[in-house]
T-cell receptor, first 114, second 112 residues
């Protein structure tokens, strides 16, 4: 079974731009969660989608948004980029995290904002 | 909500055992996980334990859970240089929809 894939792996953007990151979950997984990893804040939960609906959201500003498609693929969008958005963005898939099923992570997208 | 804490660094010699510790606050967390992150990579699920278990062994990995003290540990036997990585403890927070709450990560350095 193929693992979680994320594209692109690396991105360089400038302040004020917007960016879209993509995540393809493991086949059969309907839950996709997004996390931001930075040296200062560690791993922080952004949001979770299940069957195309946002089921849970972390404490991030409205510039961070996402969506999930009918094939469970998910995208995350960040608008009006700030220097502090530079981070590793990780996507994780699961059959259903609300049932405690384990989450499998992709390799991440490294976003650098200049 | 759930809070998870870990010590930040651990250094061991190759062949020794490593013990990485973690504490959590929410006793309703029924699943507790250990993830490994190598430089430049995502998180790899190593193992997990249900809250009704005290111990789980998987090859060189042993997880111990003390529910009374809300303390979780990961023991790596015969530690190798390839085990050098950051290890994250994580707990499910059902009060927040089942999202994972991660500790800060413990950087394990294995010296030959």
């Amino acid at each position: 079974k193929a693992g979680v894939t994320q594209t692109p792996r690396y991105l360089i953007k400038t302040r004020g731009q917007q960016v879209t990151l993509s995540c393809s979950p493991i086949s059969g997984h309907r839950s996709v969660s997004w996390y931001q990893q930075t040296p200062g804040q560690g791993l922080q939960f952004l949001f979770e989608y299940f069957s195309e609906t946002q089921r849970n959201k972390g404490n991030f500003p409205g510039r961070f948004s996402g969506r999930q498609f009918s094939n469970s693929r998910s995208e995350m969008n960040v608008s009006t980029l700030e220097l502090g958005d530079s981070a590793l963005y990780l996507c994780a898939s699961s059959t259903d995290i609300s049932s405690g099923n384990e989450q499998f992570f992709g390799p991440g997208t490294r976003l650098t904002v200049l | 909500g759930e809070d998870v804490e870990q010590s930040l660094f651990l250094s061991v010699r190759e062949g020794d055992s490593s013990v990485i510790n973690c504490t959590y606050t929410d006793s309703s967390s029924t699943y507790l996980y250990w993830y490994k992150q190598e430089p430049g990579a995502g998180l790899q699920l190593l193992t997990y334990i249900f809250s009704n278990m005290d111990m789980k062994q998987d090859q060189r990995l042993t997880v111990l859970l003390n529910k009374k003290d809300k303390h979780l540990s990961l023991r790596i036997a015969d530690t190798q240089t390839g085990d050098s990585a950051i290890y994250f403890c994580a707990a499910i927070d059902y009060n927040q929809g089942g999202k994972l709450i991660f500790g800060q990560g413990t950087e394990l350095s294995v010296k030959p």
